[in-house]
């Protein structure tokens, strides 16, 4: 595998560095991010609620005679006895659920988008510092998130398996092949060596074709490939 990343630095266009932001898939990231938070939100709002219903503190839209007025309002009498009967075990397991295990409930309830939210930022920095070319040292350094791995004991490796957090580098001279090709909706480049297979996939075409044309025209890398 490449090298794994230390530090990385935000730079660009400077003492022949140069780093390549796909911006779109930056923002997708942080649309997933929110949509995690939103969740966790969501979350904790039906357990403050159940609980609060539990210390006779039921809001009004949470009863059932709300419900049944706004949305039961054409059903038959069977079926709404059905549904007070259902509503009325819910309530009834809430109330003799004992009050102390709330916070224990909501904690594992939520930890699962709580980890998704980490996960997205720690996503989010690794795509923002881009693609980084550094031409007088001779290194290319990208996000992780599909290097294959060279032997059967690499899929068991931390940096294999945690490789979408963390950042990577190889040396250009390093390069032996280097193609672009499409993964569906993404475009991508796949370039292999002595580190093994990597692909760098984006959602803005034009960053794609940015990144090539550094690593091929200017960092020299690999023979091209064409896929038609």
């Known amino acids: 595998m490449p090298t794994v990343v230390a530090k990385t630095s935000n730079i660009g266009g400077l003492g022949g560095e140069y780093v390549v932001r796909d911006v779109p898939a930056i923002v997708w990231q942080i649309q997933r991010l929110l949509v995690s938070a939103l969740l966790t939100g969501l979350v904790w709002a039906c357990f ?26 054409g059903a038959s009498e069977s079926a709404k006895q059905n549904f007070e009967l259902i509503w009325t075990i819910g309530t009834i397991v809430e109330i003799l659920r004992p009050k102390e295990n709330f916070e224990l409930i909501w904690a594992v309830c939520a930890a699962p988008f709580a980890v998704r939210c980490v996960l997205r930022v720690l996503r989010t920095r690794v795509l923002w510092n881009g693609c980084r070319f550094d031409f007088a040292e001779g290194t290319i350094q990208f ?71 550094f690593m091929r025209q200017k960092g020299q890398m690999g023979q091209p490939v064409s896929v038609t």
């Open 48 to 73: 403050h609620y159940w609980r609060e219903c539990t210390d006779g503190n039921c809001p009004e839209w949470l009863t059932f005679a709300y419900f049944s007025d706004r949305f039961l309002s």
């Open 143 to 213: 996000p992780g998130g599909n290097i294959s791995a060279n032997s059967f004991w690499d899929e068991f490796r931390p940096t294999f398996l945690l490789q979408d957090l963390m950042r990577f580098t190889a040396r250009m001279d390093e390069v032996r092949m280097l193609k672009e090709e499409d993964a569906g909706p993404l475009f991508g480049i796949s370039f292999n060596g002595t580190f093994g297979a990597v692909a760098i996939l984006f959602f803005d075409k034009s960053k794609r074709d940015e990144v090539f044309s």
